[in-house]
Structure formats: C-alpha cells, structure tokens
C-alpha cells in the first residue's frame, strides 16, 4: 500500500528551524509533483510549497525567505527545511503528491497524515 509519511514535527520557540521530510513507498518522486500543505485549527488549508517533477519550487509569499522545499530523488524523500519560524506557522503539515501532466502539477489528490508544528512566542 502506497503512503506518505510525514516526521520532524515538534515545539519550538519563535525564531527556531524544524525539518520536516515526507518518505514514500512506491512513488517515484523525479515523476510527480510534491508539495506541503498546513492547517492550522478553525482555518482551511493552504499550500506551503510546491516541488515540480523538473525540481521547480513554488512558495506561498508567507514561506517565501524562511521555507525551502527540496526532495530527494533516490531516497523519495521530501523535505521542508523551515527557519525563523513564527508563532502563525504553527498547524498540522501534510505532504501530498499530484500527478506531473506536460510538466505542470495536476491537483494534490494523496496525502499524509500530518506532522504537527507547533511555534511559541
């Protein structure tokens, strides 16, 4: 059975860094788009970066300077490494994967289960 795993979820203090990474069984990451998502409680869900099948990254203006996405292809890992974190970015951190059609990323249609982020002032 397919699954994407999300880890490196945890507390820390304004200003701190987590990585998270997503391992996955049975994708091979160079052929889909990959991207993390948040939610935080009482708010919908919003994307956070968006990797592309050729290594293109996308950011939301409030990841864009403090998030980088990144992946590795032989491992299948995907990973959000997030510094100067906020007391806003706190919220549950999914990774999701979406089908690469001519180059552009369809619709995010398989997701993890979520690591939690939580950031205190």
């Known amino acids: 059975q397919v699954q994407l795993v999300e880890s490196g979820g945890g507390s820390v203090q304004a200003g701190g860094s987590l990585r998270l990474s997503c391992a996955a069984s049975r994708y091979t990451y160079s052929s889909y788009c990959m991207g993390w998502f948040r939610q935080a409680p009482g708010k919908e869900r919003e994307e956070v970066a968006r990797?592309?099948?050729?290594?293109?990254?996308r950011y939301a203006e409030s990841a864009k300077g403090r998030f980088t996405i990144s992946k590795d292809n032989a491992k299948n890992i995907l990973y959000l490494q997030m510094n100067s974190l906020k007391p806003e970015d706190t919220a549950m951190y999914y990774c999701?994967?979406?089908?690469?059609?001519?180059?552009?990323?369809?619709?995010?249609?398989?997701w993890g289960q979520g690591t939690q982020v939580t950031v205190s002032s």
């Open positions: 990797i592309d099948s050729a290594g293109s990254t």
């Open positions: 999701a994967t979406a089908p690469s059609l001519g180059g552009l990323c369809s619709v995010f249609d398989f």
